[in-house]
Protein backbone atom coordinates (compact mmCIF):
# COMPACT_ATOMS: atom_id res chain seq x y z
CA UNK A 1 0.00 0.00 0.00
CA UNK A 2 2.64 2.43 1.08
CA UNK A 3 4.77 1.31 -1.81
CA UNK A 4 1.79 1.93 -4.45
CA UNK A 5 1.42 5.41 -3.32
CA UNK A 6 5.12 6.43 -3.29
CA UNK A 7 4.75 4.83 -6.82
CA UNK A 8 1.66 7.33 -7.54
CA UNK A 9 3.12 10.39 -6.06
CA UNK A 10 6.34 9.80 -8.11
CA UNK A 11 3.65 9.19 -11.17
CA UNK A 12 2.02 12.20 -10.67
CA UNK A 13 5.09 14.37 -10.34
CA UNK A 14 6.39 13.63 -13.75
CA UNK A 15 3.08 14.58 -14.81
CA UNK A 16 2.75 18.07 -13.19
CA UNK A 17 6.29 18.64 -14.14
CA UNK A 18 5.38 17.94 -17.76
CA UNK A 19 2.69 20.26 -17.56
CA UNK A 20 4.72 22.92 -15.92
CA UNK A 21 7.27 22.79 -19.35
CA UNK A 22 4.02 22.44 -21.67
CA UNK A 23 2.33 25.78 -19.75
CA UNK A 24 5.89 27.65 -20.18
CA UNK A 25 5.26 26.65 -23.56
CA UNK A 26 1.80 27.76 -24.28
CA UNK A 27 2.48 31.24 -22.09
CA UNK A 28 5.32 31.58 -24.67
CA UNK A 29 2.94 31.47 -27.67
CA UNK A 30 0.68 33.35 -26.38
CA UNK A 31 2.86 36.14 -25.97
CA UNK A 32 4.36 35.75 -29.37
CA UNK A 33 1.07 35.54 -30.63
CA UNK A 34 0.27 38.89 -28.83
CA UNK A 35 2.86 40.67 -29.80
CA UNK A 36 2.14 39.83 -33.61
CA UNK A 37 -0.83 40.53 -32.72
CA UNK A 38 0.20 44.03 -31.73
CA UNK A 39 2.20 44.76 -34.96
CA UNK A 40 -0.33 43.96 -37.21
CA UNK A 41 -2.75 46.21 -35.14
CA UNK A 42 -0.08 48.80 -35.39
CA UNK A 43 0.55 48.12 -39.74
CA UNK A 44 -3.38 47.96 -40.20
CA UNK A 45 -4.29 51.22 -38.05
CA UNK A 46 -1.50 53.44 -38.02
CA UNK A 47 -0.21 52.32 -41.69
CA UNK A 48 -2.29 51.67 -43.80
CA UNK A 49 -5.43 53.05 -42.50
CA UNK A 50 -3.77 56.64 -42.72
CA UNK A 51 -2.47 56.04 -45.98
CA UNK A 52 -5.80 54.63 -47.34
CA UNK A 53 -6.81 58.36 -45.74
CA UNK A 54 -4.41 59.89 -47.19
CA UNK A 55 -5.53 58.66 -50.53
CA UNK A 56 -8.20 59.91 -50.33
CA UNK A 57 -8.54 63.15 -49.26
CA UNK A 58 -6.18 63.47 -52.24
CA UNK A 59 -8.29 62.16 -54.19
CA UNK A 60 -11.27 64.16 -53.34
CA UNK A 61 -9.08 67.29 -53.46
CA UNK A 62 -8.05 66.39 -57.28
CA UNK A 63 -11.89 66.51 -58.15
CA UNK A 64 -12.73 69.26 -56.84
CA UNK A 65 -9.78 70.80 -58.59
CA UNK A 66 -10.70 68.91 -61.63
CA UNK A 67 -14.19 70.68 -61.26
CA UNK A 68 -12.98 74.23 -60.83
CA UNK A 69 -10.60 73.55 -63.85
CA UNK A 70 -14.09 73.17 -65.98
CA UNK A 71 -14.47 76.37 -68.11
CA UNK A 72 -18.26 76.46 -68.13
CA UNK A 73 -19.87 78.09 -71.33
CA UNK A 74 -23.67 77.25 -70.28
CA UNK A 75 -26.03 77.74 -67.63
CA UNK A 76 -26.82 73.66 -67.17
CA UNK A 77 -22.61 72.63 -67.08
CA UNK A 78 -22.08 75.40 -64.25
CA UNK A 79 -25.26 73.56 -62.21
CA UNK A 80 -23.75 70.08 -63.19
CA UNK A 81 -20.44 71.59 -61.73
CA UNK A 82 -21.85 73.04 -58.71
CA UNK A 83 -24.31 69.50 -57.60
CA UNK A 84 -21.14 67.55 -58.57
CA UNK A 85 -19.07 69.63 -56.03
CA UNK A 86 -21.34 68.28 -53.23
CA UNK A 87 -22.48 65.43 -54.25
CA UNK A 88 -18.77 65.22 -53.90
CA UNK A 89 -18.08 66.71 -50.47
CA UNK A 90 -21.33 65.20 -49.65
CA UNK A 91 -19.60 61.29 -50.57
CA UNK A 92 -16.62 62.63 -48.34
CA UNK A 93 -18.08 63.40 -45.61
CA UNK A 94 -20.48 60.59 -45.55
CA UNK A 95 -17.61 58.29 -46.04
CA UNK A 96 -16.08 60.26 -43.18
CA UNK A 97 -18.31 59.33 -40.46
CA UNK A 98 -19.11 55.59 -41.41
CA UNK A 99 -15.07 55.69 -40.52
CA UNK A 100 -15.69 57.41 -37.45
CA UNK A 101 -18.11 55.24 -36.38
CA UNK A 102 -16.10 52.04 -37.06
CA UNK A 103 -13.39 53.90 -35.44
CA UNK A 104 -15.32 54.04 -32.13
CA UNK A 105 -16.91 50.54 -32.50
CA UNK A 106 -12.97 49.54 -32.80
CA UNK A 107 -11.73 52.16 -29.32
CA UNK A 108 -14.69 49.98 -27.57
CA UNK A 109 -13.35 46.53 -28.25
CA UNK A 110 -9.89 47.88 -27.41
CA UNK A 111 -11.60 49.74 -24.24
CA UNK A 112 -13.13 46.12 -23.37
CA UNK A 113 -9.94 44.34 -24.54
CA UNK A 114 -7.40 46.81 -21.77
CA UNK A 115 -9.89 45.95 -19.15
CA UNK A 116 -9.78 42.23 -19.78
CA UNK A 117 -6.05 42.50 -19.41
CA UNK A 118 -6.48 44.34 -16.27
CA UNK A 119 -8.40 41.53 -15.02
CA UNK A 120 -6.00 39.56 -16.44
CA UNK A 121 -3.02 41.35 -14.04
CA UNK A 122 -5.06 41.20 -11.16
CA UNK A 123 -5.37 37.55 -11.16
CA UNK A 124 -1.81 37.43 -11.39
CA UNK A 125 -1.18 39.47 -8.64
CA UNK A 126 -3.37 37.53 -6.67
CA UNK A 127 -2.04 34.22 -7.74
CA UNK A 128 1.32 35.77 -6.26
CA UNK A 129 -0.05 36.50 -3.35
CA UNK A 130 -1.96 33.11 -3.15
CA UNK A 131 1.96 31.92 -3.64
CA UNK A 132 3.03 33.71 -1.14
CA UNK A 133 0.89 32.71 1.61
CA UNK A 134 1.55 29.02 0.69
CA UNK A 135 5.55 29.49 0.96
CA UNK A 136 4.88 31.75 4.30
CA UNK A 137 2.45 28.83 5.49
CA UNK A 138 5.11 26.22 4.96
CA UNK A 139 7.70 27.85 6.01
CA UNK A 140 5.91 28.42 9.82
CA UNK A 141 5.30 24.39 9.04
CA UNK A 142 9.22 23.85 8.40
CA UNK A 143 10.03 25.79 11.82
CA UNK A 144 7.16 23.75 13.55
CA UNK A 145 8.70 20.70 12.37
CA UNK A 146 11.82 21.86 13.69
CA UNK A 147 10.91 22.53 17.19
CA UNK A 148 7.25 22.68 17.16
CA UNK A 149 4.31 20.17 17.33
CA UNK A 150 4.91 18.65 13.61
CA UNK A 151 8.54 17.31 15.49
CA UNK A 152 8.80 13.48 14.65
CA UNK A 153 9.41 13.11 18.67
CA UNK A 154 5.60 14.30 19.26
CA UNK A 155 3.95 11.91 17.15
CA UNK A 156 1.47 9.47 17.95
CA UNK A 157 -0.52 6.42 16.10
CA UNK A 158 -3.61 8.69 15.96
CA UNK A 159 -1.43 11.28 14.13
CA UNK A 160 0.18 8.98 11.71
CA UNK A 161 -3.06 7.39 10.89
CA UNK A 162 -4.79 10.79 10.03
CA UNK A 163 -1.66 11.72 8.05
CA UNK A 164 -1.71 8.27 5.91
CA UNK A 165 -5.35 8.69 5.59
CA UNK A 166 -5.00 12.83 4.15
CA UNK A 167 -2.54 11.24 1.83
CA UNK A 168 -4.40 8.85 0.65
CA UNK A 169 -7.27 11.05 -0.43
CA UNK A 170 -4.78 13.96 -1.68
CA UNK A 171 -3.35 11.12 -4.37
CA UNK A 172 -6.58 10.68 -5.76
CA UNK A 173 -7.63 14.18 -5.96
CA UNK A 174 -4.53 15.16 -7.04
CA UNK A 175 -4.67 12.59 -10.10
CA UNK A 176 -7.70 13.99 -10.97
CA UNK A 177 -6.45 17.71 -11.19
CA UNK A 178 -3.54 16.52 -13.12
CA UNK A 179 -5.17 14.85 -15.47
CA UNK A 180 -7.83 17.62 -15.89
CA UNK A 181 -5.04 19.92 -16.45
CA UNK A 182 -3.48 18.40 -18.90
CA UNK A 183 -6.40 18.14 -21.34
CA UNK A 184 -6.68 21.89 -20.92
CA UNK A 185 -3.15 22.51 -21.74
CA UNK A 186 -3.43 20.61 -24.85
CA UNK A 187 -6.29 23.00 -25.87
CA UNK A 188 -4.64 25.50 -25.30
CA UNK A 189 -1.63 24.74 -27.16
CA UNK A 190 -3.81 23.30 -30.14
CA UNK A 191 -5.73 27.11 -29.59
CA UNK A 192 -2.62 29.01 -29.65
CA UNK A 193 -1.10 27.49 -32.82
CA UNK A 194 -4.37 28.11 -34.77
CA UNK A 195 -3.97 31.52 -33.72
CA UNK A 196 -0.44 31.60 -35.10
CA UNK A 197 -1.42 30.84 -38.51
CA UNK A 198 -4.24 33.52 -38.04
CA UNK A 199 -2.05 36.36 -36.98
CA UNK A 200 0.56 35.02 -40.00
CA UNK A 201 -2.20 35.27 -42.40
CA UNK A 202 -3.39 38.32 -41.25
CA UNK A 203 0.61 40.11 -41.51
CA UNK A 204 0.34 38.69 -45.24
CA UNK A 205 -2.75 40.52 -46.11
CA UNK A 206 -2.05 43.37 -44.47
CA UNK A 207 1.48 43.38 -46.39
CA UNK A 208 -0.42 42.77 -49.66
CA UNK A 209 -2.87 46.05 -48.68
CA UNK A 210 -0.26 48.11 -47.84
CA UNK A 211 1.51 47.51 -51.77
CA UNK A 212 -2.26 47.71 -52.97
CA UNK A 213 -2.36 51.43 -51.28
CA UNK A 214 1.28 52.32 -52.80
CA UNK A 215 0.02 51.25 -56.09
CA UNK A 216 -3.26 53.53 -55.48
CA UNK A 217 -1.19 56.35 -54.89
CA UNK A 218 0.77 55.91 -57.55
CA UNK A 219 -2.49 55.95 -59.81
CA UNK A 220 -2.99 58.88 -57.88
CA UNK A 221 -0.32 61.19 -58.83
CA UNK A 222 -0.51 59.75 -62.76
CA UNK A 223 -4.33 60.80 -62.14
CA UNK A 224 -2.79 64.26 -61.18
CA UNK A 225 -1.19 64.65 -64.36
CA UNK A 226 -4.59 64.91 -66.24
CA UNK A 227 -6.42 67.48 -64.48
CA UNK A 228 -6.64 70.39 -67.06
CA UNK A 229 -6.23 68.66 -70.10
CA UNK A 230 -8.88 70.00 -72.83
CA UNK A 231 -11.48 67.02 -73.71
CA UNK A 232 -14.14 67.30 -76.22
CA UNK A 233 -16.92 64.99 -77.18
CA UNK A 234 -14.70 62.89 -79.58
CA UNK A 235 -12.77 62.29 -76.49
CA UNK A 236 -15.95 61.06 -74.84
CA UNK A 237 -17.74 59.00 -77.01
CA UNK A 238 -15.47 57.78 -79.43
CA UNK A 239 -13.55 54.68 -78.35
CA UNK A 240 -9.63 54.51 -79.08
CA UNK A 241 -10.16 52.08 -81.92
CA UNK A 242 -12.02 53.67 -83.73
CA UNK A 243 -11.49 55.27 -87.17
Known sequence: MKEDRKQAINSLSSKILDNRAMLFQARANIEENRLMVLSNYAAASAGNQQLAIHNTDDIFNSRMTILDSYDCTTEVQARYVDEAKDRSELDLLI????????SMLLNQKMVSINTQLIEANREVMQLNQEMLDFNEENLEANREMISGVLNPLLADEA???????????????LASLVDNNRKSIMDLLAQSKANRKITISDKQ?????????YA????????????GMKVDYVDLFLDETED
Open 95 to 102: HSAELNRR
Open 159 to 173: MIEELSQENGESVSE
Open 205 to 213: TIGQRKESL
Open 216 to 227: NREQITLMRNDI
